[in-house]
């Protein structure tokens, strides 16, 4: 039996991915395929190569003490902005380059450079051109490209072309690839969520508007998805914000509850496949 593991997209949410992995090393889960999307390809590169996520774990802290961020989106919405600001985003916004700084930090990583993967490793990205996902399965892809352009949120991270493709972020298509497990060859399908559900109610603005349409969509793609997985879980994150780093350590530990809570005491389905 081929099992496959599926890690959602979320940013700081997607660290969640990392307790739930340590909690299903400790209940004997090993899987012969992973498919991450957006952050959790970061997330699924680093458990592939060291397969022990208490490694991912230290190093995400030590990330997140160094360069944690604590930002919400629903501070774009307050529409408390200083119009010189405002101007300088929608300049931004439209200049289609993305932030340079951060995809030249995307472009210098070094642990994944002839690294050694121990499990079949797939990320998901999406054909700018033509809406299409496309997967990239490293190391026969470049490891760094691949990454960069699963990570590519809009707006935020420029594209990235590759192979006569402009890629961006697997999950603007599909935030939880499991289609793409079943693709592969997968008979048992563990599905992690990290997505929010939360809906933008107060439609008082243009960018509101579009988030709370952005929502819809993603919500019935994902609920499709779920369909999908022997195995789906979503974990209580609540309110948190997908660049909330510093309550990282806190998604972490929640990811860890979350599946020890799903399995205490009973059997575990993949015993014997």
Known sequence: MKKALVLSGGGARALAHIGALKALEELGFKPDIIVGV???SLIATSYSHFMDAKILEKNANA???RYGMNLSYDKFLEGSFNKLVVKFGCWYMNT????????NRLKKLPHFRDVKFNVDLYLTAT????G????????EDDVEISLRASMALPGIVPPVEYKGKILGDGGIVDNLPTA????LGADF??????????????LDSGNATLLAIDAYRGIKMRNHS??????YVNYDLGNMDTLEFLRGKWAIEKGYETIKELFKGGELPWNGR
């Open 38 to 40: 957006s952050m959790g």
């Open 63 to 65: 990330f997140m003490e």
């Open 96 to 103: 289609f380059s993305g932030i340079k700084l951060l995809a």
């Open 127 to 130: 054909n700018y051109e033509t």
């Open 132 to 139: 299409e996902i496309v997967v990239l399965h490293p190391p």
């Open 180 to 183: 793409v497990a079943r693709d």
């Open 189 to 202: 399908v563990i599905a992690l969520d990290c997505s929010s559900n939360k809906i933008i109610k107060k």
């Open 226 to 231: 779920a369909t999908l997985a022997d195995i």
